[in-house]
């Protein structure tokens, strides 16, 4: 069980898995689009090994469940042998998106995270630090304000 404790001891520094090439202001107007956007700007940037792989892996995520997480966030997520560490992209929308999310309320905040199918503890620690920060209806209010990516990863590093 992850406890705040636990998160503080093993604080990941979430803005050094966000590259500011990763954090984008989108235009899509369904998951779908926004989703494959995001992973178009992660395989420039972190050189995916296969774009569709990841792609697949992310969708077949969404089948299981939305990772419309409520509250304007989604949180799209895949585990792959291929990778050896995690990263995220970023997907900011003015204009929210149907993601299916338990609070039927559209998407404005994307948190794309892909990484290593090995790490669970980290990859767990990884998704409660994020949540900590999402929860906080202020934090996300700033983001949503946010003009350039490099403010994005100065919110993560306070």
Not at 51 to 80: C, D, Y
Request: glycine residues 6%.
């Amino acid at each position: 069980m992850v406890t705040q404790e636990s998160i503080k001891s093993s604080r990941l520094d979430l803005s050094s898995l966000m590259k500011m090439e990763s954090v984008a202001f989108l235009e899509a107007t369904s998951r779908d689009e926004a989703i494959k956007e995001l992973i178009q700007r992660l395989s420039q940037d972190h050189n995916l090994v296969n774009e569709e792989e990841f792609l697949n892996a992310i969708m077949q995520r969404e089948k299981i469940a939305s990772t419309g997480i409520g509250v304007g966030v989604a949180v799209p997520h895949a585990k792959l042998p291929i990778y050896d560490d995690f990263f995220i992209a970023v997907g900011i929308l003015k204009q929210g998106i149907d993601w299916g999310a338990m609070d039927e309320l559209p998407v404005k905040l994307i948190f794309l995270i892909g990484g290593p199918d090995d790490k669970q503890t980290q990859y767990l620690n990884l998704l409660s630090q994020l949540t900590l920060y999402l929860r906080d209806e202020e934090v996300r209010k700033k983001l949503l304000t946010l003009t350039a990516p490099e403010q994005m990863i100065q919110i993560f590093q306070t």
